[in-house]
């Protein structure tokens, strides 16, 4: 089913022993499987922000955004801190892809034809 997503989101654990290499395996994975999945639009998330010190949160997070190019979010699932501002960009980011099985127009439209 991952060949018919529009859009990843990568949740990496910010207290693995080595979350850039966790976010390196995965891409390496999404080559290897093919079929076009590496290249398909990403969000990136730095989760448990809240069990680390802001600066080892900072510091992870700047690996992060160095190695994909793109900026990495802040959250934490338990207290919720940064998941307005996740959700607000995955909604964004899938608004701005077209989809072969979505008729023209905006993602409001294809929402009100169902």
């Keep these: 089913h991952i060949e018919r997503t529009r859009l990843l989101l990568h949740l990496v654990d910010a207290t693995a022993e080595d979350s850039l290499d966790n976010y390196h395996t995965i891409q390496q994975e999404l080559h290897a499987y093919g079929r076009g ?13 809240d069990a680390l010190l802001e600066e080892e ?3 992870i997070a ?6 994909s190019h793109q ?3 802040r959250i934490s699932a338990v207290s ?6 996740l959700l607000q960009q ?6 701005a892809i077209p989809s072969e099985d979505e008729p ?3 993602v ?3 929402l009100e034809v169902f």
């Design 37 to 49: 999945l590496d290249q398909r639009p990403q969000v990136l998330a730095l989760n448990k922000a």
């Design 57 to 59: 949160i900072n510091a």
């Design 62 to 67: 700047a690996e992060l955004e160095a190695a």
């Design 71 to 73: 900026p990495v979010h």
């Design 80 to 85: 919720g801190a940064g998941l307005d501002s």
């Design 90 to 95: 995955v909604w964004d980011t899938l608004g």
């Design 104 to 106: 023209e127009g905006t």
């Design 108 to 110: 409001e439209d294809a």
